[in-house]
């Protein structure tokens, strides 16, 4: 199983209903980067036990290929949340989401519940991440102490629909009432160095509004976009492609970087302008996102 | 030890339903479209199963393509299901 994190892009993560089997094992041929097994919203109440030792065989004995598989448990205000982390955590899910952090101590008691664990279990201790949801107006002020709340905390998440609620507005179709909270989440997760994931597209039959709000969600920093639809993977994919321009000076950016690496050099110049430390980090991050384009040199451009 | 009869799972394709009661010995009744194919893989994991839970149990699974994880996640639920002596505490514990 493929580990989330900085080496493996997430453009797409698909929620999948975790009582579900028949959806669950076709996972790798849906063609999303990530996947998200969900116990939360999408079970009912009285089937939350099947769902979660379903999901916990699942993960354990599965082969999702390249998926990076997360789950969702349920929140800690819930009589399933400690029951969902006992079964989860010893599968060994790349990450599990933890819904509606509100603040710093949610994180820190879900990460001494999943250390204690691993513990119990023989397992690498940080192993399984934590991806954070912020869905409530407290949790998107306290976006930046959450990231930073624990270490295996790899990903900040947004939760458009339980956050509108929560600010007592409507989730319109251009999304200008989450404007603030998706430059908050994103800035947090940057300065904190996490992936950063936006909302659900709820509407499945609306391609055109998915295609704005996915390029909207790339061009503000975000690092990919939960899909709630198998549909929606392609069009979350396209808004990550990297314009072809930025990819050929990247390419050049890289080539530079490495000649004044083996020449002993400091100062890199491309194109007649100094370039330094983070724009050859986003060179190298925009070739690797090149390379799921099938772009990987300048001549496929 | 088993207190009643409960069951886990759907009828739904690539699923199983699974119905467990207690009984004196451990007796399988299994149903769906590959039956010959996977009765004796299905009687092996019901046994393991029912051995970590209760000997004594009457098992029926109407298979409808169930992998084998899904198969055995159903049957443990059922399996759990049945162990618990509170009712309320599990609603989908008794067979509608």
Known sequence: MKAAGKGHPCRSMLYMPGNNPGMMQHVPAFGADSVLLDLEDAVAEREKDAARRLVAHFVREIDFGGVVVTVRVNGADTPHFERDLEEIIPSAPAAVRIPKCHSPEDVKRADAAIGRIEREQGMPPGGVRIHAMLETAHGIEHAFEIARAAERVEALTLGGQDLTADMGVQKTRDGAELFYA????????????????DTVWTDIDDAEGLKSEAELAARLGFTGKAAIHPAQIDAIHEAWRPDARELRRAFRIVE???RAEREGKGVISVDGRMVDGPIVVRAFTLIRLGHLYGINEEADL | MLFKKAQ????ESSDCMVVVSPAETCILEYSG??????????ERIVREIAERYAPGASVQIQDRGALEVTLRARIETAFERASKEDLKEDPAGEPK
């Open chain 1, 182 to 197: 998706r430059g908050r989440i994103v800035m947090a997760a940057k300065a904190a160095g996490l992936m950063v994931f």
């Open chain 1, 256 to 258: 530079a970087a490495e």
């Open chain 2, 8 to 11: 886990a799972g759907t009828l």
């Open chain 2, 33 to 42: 479209q590959n039956e010959t194919i996977f009765k004796r893989r299905t």
